[in-house]
Structure formats: C-alpha cells, structure tokens
C-alpha cells in the first residue's frame, strides 16, 4: 500500500505525510515522515494504517521508547494525505532556549542547494537558476577557449536577419530555423504528474519544463517537443501537462531525425518505450540503438532520468560509455550539484 519510492509507472500516486506531537513515526523500525500511496481516498488509508499499526509495524517512538499509536485521523489536503497518530504522551518542553548563531561567511551545502533549486523551480524563477549556472560555469582559459579577432564575420545584410550566424574558427556557419540547433524531447506521460521527491512538493514534469526552459535561453535555435502516444510543438512550455497513459520515445525521435540537430535533450522518468499494446522492451532497445547512433554521428545528446525506475536506468544506462552523450540521473532533489556540473559541462562542451 505505502512506498518509499515510487514507481514510474504510468499512473498516480499521491504524497502521504504522517505527523504526530507525541513521537516519530516508524515504519518497520525506520522512520515513515513521508511516503507515497495509489490513492488519496480516506477511508482506504484508514484502513491501511490501522491494519499497519494492528499488526505492530507502524508505531510511534518517543525518548527510546516504542508503542503503538492510540488513534489515528486522516485527511486530505489537494492531492496530499495527512494522518496524525497521537500515542497518549505528554508534549515535551524544550530544556533550554534556542538562541541563533551568528552568520559566518561558508561554502553551501548541498541541502541548502537543493533548498534554492527547489524555490528556483517552484517560483519559476529562471534567471536566478541562469545566474547560480553561470557563477560556477568555468572561464573560457580554462576551457582552452581563444578570444575572438574580429576578422571572420562579415557585416549583417539583409540576407541574414531570419539566420543565426555561428561563430567558429575558420569563419561562419548559418543555421535556418527550420533546422535548429537543439531539440528538447519533455516525456508528458502521466507517470511524469507524480512528485519528483518525497520533501518536495514539486512535479516531476514541472522539473522537466524548468529544464527545458532552461535549455532554451541557454542554447539559440532550440525546438521543443513534448511526447507520450504523440509528439507535439511546445510554445509555452510551462504549461506541458503530463496526462497520457504512454511512453513513445520512438515516435519522438522519428520526429527529432529530419530536424538534423546538433544537440539534443531528453528529460523522461521511465522506460523509452511504455505501452500495453506494443512489445515496449524489444522497442525499447530500439530506441537506446537509435539514441547511440545519432550520438555516434556527431549528436551531442544529454539524458535526464527523474525518478528511480530500475527499466530506466537499465536502458539508458547501455549508453553510459558512448561519446557525446551525457546521463544526468535525477531520482530526487538530492542530485542537484550533479544536475547543475553535468549542465554546464554539457552545454559548454
């Protein structure tokens, strides 16, 4: 009934918080702050947790002491589920008072950089997550960049206002709009609608979104594309909504072919290929062969995986080895140095 992790199977589940003032909750001797359940109903809830606390597996621990909890009350807030377990103890007072310790200037800590990525994404603050990007982005002598003499362009005309000119080092290069530089592939299906972590309130699709946002100020050019069942254009892309029961990455990357990209990002939560009605693992090894050959031609391809499905690091983990592709592996809010480093190297590279 309660998970620590949630699949990412192509269906629901909702965030369930367990709080009490009497102790903390354990669930078979570790701790159960927050897990994941199918359903939100109350009744079946209730009746999951009284048959847990019933057979002794859910209690309640206090100053080294264990007991079962005496009652237990359920509610629902949004698509998040409360219980409160009361075990009949007295609310400790605190023993002293707490009092601030006085700022002194340190590194950050990986929590409190999940902390800032986490607001950045749920405020949709992207020039703050361009901005912390840019301060840890490396110098161009230190990426064995040259600087520029002004000799290989030639002056604007009119004949080059619909292109972008692409600086290289033997002069320029123009690329059409309808040849884009990048493409992002954003997976909508339903399982991308869960949360991405069990302590933070923020959708795996929302993460992706933000990525992708974040993809296209950085990269010029950049076309994206949102896929389950079907492959659609993406105008806006904060409002991609994960709804499809499916998972089709082929039918994506069939669309991404002809577009002849030089980059491109896919941002996906579980297996490339998810459906009840094809053979999804034999079309999924399909799709890993098609992904190591755009790579092999020259693609520079970057793979975030949300989530902790094992099929999804199984099948994208085949491409760990191939040059000009880059894993990112996501499972919670905890990889975000990870995310942030593999970024820039990848979007400097």
């Known amino acids: 009934m309660f998970l620590r992790r949630q699949p990412s ?17 354990l669930l078979d001797g570790s701790p159960a ?26 209690l309640l621990s206090s100053r080294g002491v264990s007991r079962k909890p005496e009652s237990v009350e359920v509610r629902v807030v949004g698509e998040t589920v409360e219980v409160t377990l009361t075990g009949g103890w007295e609310t400790p007072q605190p023993s002293e008072t707490w009092r601030p310790r006085r700022h002194r200037m340190r590194p950050l800590t990986n ?34 960049i040259t600087e520029f003499d002004g000799k290989t362009v030639h002056p604007i005309s009119s004949r080059t206002l619909l292109t972008e000119l692409r600086l290289y080092s033997k002069g320029v290069k123009r690329a059409f709009r309808e ?9 909508r299906s339903l399982s991308m609608g869960n949360l ?35 492959v659609e254009p993406v105008e806006d892309v904060e409002s991609v909504e994960a ?11 069939r ?41 092999n031609s020259g693609v520079r391809t970057l793979i975030a995986m949300l989530g902790t499905d094992e099929d999804m690091r199984e099948f994208y983990g085949r491409l760990s080895d191939v040059k000009n592709t880059t894993l990112i592996n996501l499972p919670d809010d905890v990889a975000t140095y990870q995310m942030i480093l593999k970024l820039m190297a990848w979007t400097t590279s």
Request: hydrophobic share 40%.
């Open 111 to 144: 929590l409190e950089l999940s902390s800032m990525l986490a607001s950045h994404i749920a405020g949709w603050r992207l020039q703050e997550f361009l901005s912390l990007l840019e301060e840890i982005t490396p110098s161009s002598s230190e990426r064995c």
């Open 243 to 253: 709804v499809e029961p499916e998972t089709r990455l082929d039918i994506a990357l």
């Open 179 to 187: 040849h884009p530089r990048t493409v992002v592939l954003v997976d």
């Open 9 to 25: 199977d192509d269906r629901k589940f909702f965030l369930v918080k367990f709080l009490s003032p009497d102790g903390t909750v």
């Open 33 to 58: 702050h927050r897990l994941f359940s199918p359903t939100r109903d109350p009744d079946v809830v209730r009746r999951a947790v009284e048959q847990l606390v019933s057979s002794g597996r859910l």
């Open 196 to 230: 991405w972590s069990r302590w933070r309130e923020i959708k795996k699709i929302r993460v992706a979104s933000f990525i992708a946002a974040a993809v296209q100020r950085m990269e010029p050019n950049t076309l994206v594309f949102s896929f389950a069942s079907t």
């Open 255 to 295: 669309e991404v072919i002809p577009h002849l990209p030089e980059r491109l990002v896919v941002l996906t939560d579980g297996k490339p290929v998810y459906s009840e009605n094809v053979p999804w693992r034999r079309m999924s090894v399909e799709c890993i062969q098609m992904l190591e050959t755009l790579s």
